[in-house]
């Protein structure tokens, strides 16, 4: 399958203060990369699609083929942006089966 | 909005019993999946499913199979219960990005 790493299984940032989540994949050519976001007791939901290049709730993420990474940012994190977050990018030869990644917490404190 | 409804939000089951996971769409997507997720280990995939009757193996199936008789379900069925197999199971459906149903919390005692 498909590699993907969140090296961050935890993130606490305080409101106002730049969020990054990283996130890198191993993959040859243009994958079709994704994030998604779990907040407490709600299901999981897309936040971002790399193709779309649309800033959601303020997040976006730019595709570095060199480094083989998606991060994902957001200027000034928000209390309300508090969730897990998950790197999402699809299996080898395939457009629409996503692995994921093992996830990151993001806590953004007052 | 697409809707991918999970028949169960917590099951309670004994080691050893069958059990079924049903999950439903209402948008005509051709795509299902069964994910198992685990803290510290993301999600994992199970089973997909890609058309009425056709399936594939994810990366953990062994002690699963599934069913697709409709193309609106898609069903997950553990075998024989066992207690390494209590988790929280995520059906998805997908068109170009996945959309989710809120999970069942499958305890196995």
């Known amino acids: 399958a498909q590699r993907v790493t969140q090296p961050e299984k935890l993130l606490s940032v305080f409101k106002g203060a730049p969020v990054e989540l990283k996130c890198n994949y191993s993959?040859?050519?243009?994958?079709?990369l994704f994030w998604y976001v779990q907040y407490s007791r709600q299901r999981l939901q897309l936040l971002l699609r790399?193709?779309s290049r649309e800033s959601i709730k303020g997040f976006t993420a730019d595709l570095n083929k060199g480094e083989t990474s998606f991060h994902l940012k957001k200027p000034f994190a928000q209390e309300e942006d508090s969730a897990m977050y998950y790197c999402?990018?699809?299996?080898?030869?395939?457009?629409?089966?996503?692995?994921f990644g093992k996830g990151t917490l993001l806590t953004v404190n007052p | 909005d697409v809707k991918v409804t999970q028949s169960s939000r917590y099951l309670v089951k004994r080691t050893g019993e069958k059990v079924f996971l049903e999950c439903v769409q209402d948008?005509?997507?051709?795509?299902m999946f069964w994910y198992r997720q685990d803290p510290g280990l993301g999600l994992r995939l199970i089973y997909f499913?890609?058309?009425?009757?056709?399936?594939e193996k994810g990366d953990i199936p062994e002690g699963y199979s599934v069913s697709r008789e409709k193309k609106e379900r898609f069903s997950l069925i553990l075998e024989s219960a066992s207690t390494n197999q209590t988790s929280m199971y995520l059906c998805?459906?997908?068109?170009?990005?996945?959309?989710f149903g809120s999970g069942t919390r499958l305890t196995v005692v």
């Open positions: 998805a459906s997908s068109h170009y990005g996945y959309t």
């Open positions: 993959y040859s050519g243009s994958p079709e």
């Open positions: 790399h193709i």
């Open positions: 999402a990018p699809p299996y080898l030869g395939s457009n629409y089966k996503l692995t």
């Open positions: 948008m005509d997507h051709e795509n």
């Open positions: 499913s890609y058309d009425v009757k056709m399936k």
